[in-house]
């Protein structure tokens, strides 16, 4: 026979019992911090992310840790506004809490804004443009006008002749019109002579590097953006020998590119940190739709390396991102 | 009678709202959907092959946007060669709602969690590149696999070396022994294709009429870098004796490449598959005597074209001829200077 002491720990034990359940197998006495996903959209102005790789590496890692739901949208003809702003306003009916957008030209985004078309917090990618209208707007990316300067210098430094190739694609895009000026800036007021070459896309491109090679052997060729550099760098590896080139210099953190540069046929490469650019702008996003304050990142981290600096810990680091 | 007629009255306003509901229901069925999200898990994101086929995907997605005006989110995601990673994703895909994934397996005998999970989430799932167990692919009929027949691929590669030995053996035979020196360049062990394609590649050789003599062989796992560490070693081993590289894809054709290049050595003809973009390069620059191409315009059309198919719960295009209603093979050609 069970004495009453005995019956009282029972039932005191079943409560125990019961309040445990409940706190850790239910809603009902702890609640759970219900987890807000937000849908933010990056859109590009390039067809491809061939030059994305690492961004959105940083920006996968930023939607895991902040629960953000993150599309990645190319634009079906390269550097077309029409098409930009068209998915702008697509996302944005979509649903989306927030855009990252790498213009292809911003003051049609801010004509957007002051239209009152377009009402999501902005993060803009590498551009100066400021917003006019009272959008929410943030800005992130490199110094390509600063990166300019120091390609620059680095070729005045490794360069014995006066005279360099400009190569580029027609209709340049913003980013590589501020690096062509860096450069030329520095180089100009020392007395060389600037050429500048241009192509429609590929083979375009791969004939001018031909063409400069006839035109002059041992040319330098400082090329303005990563398609440019590749197909030079490609053309110049199929070439035979006796076509040898003074150097190659340019922009960009591809895999291609970083292969070309080990093998010695460029010899000078701008290199971002694409990763933190694409971690920090979903941070960004995120952070203007929760209404929080949003960190200043003036201009990320940038640098123009040679061959010897490929396997520097630190450049690593920006190069290969441990996702 | 009161009561008769007020459990009438409930009755029909019962059977009322069911037909609203089924109504609706069936309405957004039989509608196309205007938006589809698309889950793509990739076995490993720096395989060139896989890499250039999620170009292609892509390139899909925006022409299936403009051609019908059905918004597509391809969410790709690199699975870094580990198969719980790609659970996860798996399950991320599932709870961020997609319509349909496309799955590049990194086990392909261990299909079979992931399958489990999107039965029960009613996703269907087009594998592609490593096909899983058959036992795996029958457990569902929406379960489909696009990919190369590997043999067809292996007597390609093999005919290519057979036409170059029958034009010219010296090409080949470069110290004139009337043997052809080979290295053998394997991928990994566990993929249906490894094996078949060495197999049958070799057994070209044979069949064509070429003389082969093997003096080694090892698994590089599809990898540049690991093929170019054996190339190295084995150029040290057998100086001035290898005379041909097989190798299981143009990776690991370009490691070797690599090596000879460090090695300063001279007289080695390479053989691959896949005809990725730097393969074809070295194609064009003389450097691999051949690759085989795939189509990854075509591979990476049937992949989108199941999927999207599958995401409307529309039948898959005739066009497209699949083997038992779930396997697609590509077509392979010759490429060759």
Redesign the interface.
């Known amino acids: 026979m069970m004495t009453r002491k005995e019956k009282v720990l029972w039932i005191l034990y079943g409560i125990v019992l019961i309040l445990l359940f409940l706190l850790s197998s239910t809603n009902l006495i702890i609640k759970e911090k219900e987890t807000q996903i937000y849908g933010i959209s990056v859109i590009i102005e390039d067809t491809?992310?061939d030059n994305y790789v690492n961004f959105r590496k940083g920006m996968?890692r930023a939607a895991m840790e902040l629960h953000a739901?993150v599309?990645f949208i190319?634009l079906?003809d390269k550097g077309s506004r029409s098409q930009q702003e068209e998915l702008i306003l697509?996302e944005q009916q979509?649903g989306c809490r927030a855009l990252i957008v790498s213009p292809v030209n911003a003051e049609d985004i801010f004509k957007m804004q002051e239209d009152k078309r377009l009402s999501v917090p902005l993060v803009l990618l590498n551009s100066e443009a400021v917003a006019a209208g009272d959008g929410a707007t943030e800005r992130i990316g490199f110094d390509y006008y600063h990166m300019g300067q120091e390609l620059g210098a680095q070729i005045r430094k490794e360069q014995q002749g006066k005279r360099l190739y400009i190569l580029g694609r027609q209709d340049p895009d913003p980013v590589s019109i501020r690096f062509q000026d860096g450069i030329l800036n520095v180089l100009e007021p020392e007395g060389y002579q600037v050429l500048f070459r241009n192509g429609r896309g590929g083979e375009d491109l791969k004939a001018a590097v031909r063409k400069i090679l006839q035109e002059e052997k041992q040319a330098v060729i400082a090329a303005l953006d990563p398609v440019s550099l590749t197909e030079a760098a490609?053309q110049l590896?199929?070439m035979e020998p006796d076509f040898e080139v003074g150097g190659l210099y340019g922009r960009g953190t591809t895999?291609?590119l970083l292969n070309y540069l080990d093998k010695g046929v460029i010899q000078g490469l701008c290199i971002t940190d694409d990763f933190s650019a694409g971690y920090l702008s979903v941070r960004m996003a995120v952070d203007m739709v929760e209404n929080r304050f949003v960190e200043d990142h003036d201009y990320l981290k940038s640098q123009c390396i040679s061959r010897k600096d490929l396997h520097d810990e630190e450049y690593e680091k920006m190069l290969y991102p441990i996702? | 009678m009161k009561r008769k007629s007020k459990i009438t009255i409930w009755l029909l306003a019962g059977l009322c709202g069911l037909l609203l509901l089924t109504g609706c229901d069936s309405k957004e069925k039989e509608g196309e959907k205007k938006m589809l999200r698309i889950g793509v898990s990739l076995y490993r994101g720096d395989d060139t092959f896989i890499n250039n086929i999620r170009g292609e995907l892509e390139n899909c997605a925006k022409e299936y946007e403009k051609e019908h005006g059905v918004k597509v989110t391809l969410d790709i995601q690199d699975a870094k060669g580990s198969q719980n990673t790609q659970n996860n994703q798996v399950e991320r895909f599932i709870s961020l709602g997609c319509d349909v994934l496309c799955i590049n397996p990194v086990d392909r005998t261990a299909a079979s969690a992931m399958i489990e999970k999107v039965m029960t989430a009613e996703i269907p799932v087009v594998f592609f590149n490593r096909q899983p167990v058959e036992e795996d692919m029958d457990r569902w009929d929406q379960l489909y696999y696009v990919g190369v027949v590997a043999r067809e691929s292996a007597v390609l590669q093999g005919s290519i070396v057979v036409d170059r030995y029958r034009e010219d053996p010296k090409s080949l035979d470069r110290n004139g022994d009337g043997v052809v020196s080979y290295v053998l360049l394997e991928g990994e062990s566990s993929h249906q294709d490894s094996l078949i394609r060495t197999e049958w590649s070799i057994q070209t050789l044979k069949d064509g009429g070429v003389p082969i003599e093997k003096i080694t062989g090892g698994i590089a796992n599809w990898e540049r870098s690991q093929a170019s560490a054996l190339m190295e070693q084995w150029l040290e081993q057998y100086p001035d004796t290898i005379e041909l590289v097989v190798c299981n894809n143009d990776d690991m054709a370009l490691g070797a490449i690599d090596a000879i290049e460090r090695a300063k050595a001279s007289g080695i003809s390479l053989v691959g598959i896949d005809a990725t973009t730097p393969g074809l390069e070295a194609v064009r620059s003389g450097k691999l005597m051949g690759t085989v191409s795939s189509d990854k315009e075509q591979y990476a059309g049937a992949i989108f074209t199941i999927a999207a198919a599958a995401a409307q719960k529309e039948p898959v295009p005739e066009e497209l001829s699949l083997e038992e209603g779930k396997y697609y093979w590509s077509r392979q050609e010759i490429i060759v200077k």
């Open positions: 491809s992310d996968d739901d599309s190319t079906y697509r979509d490609q590896s199929e895999v291609r996702e």
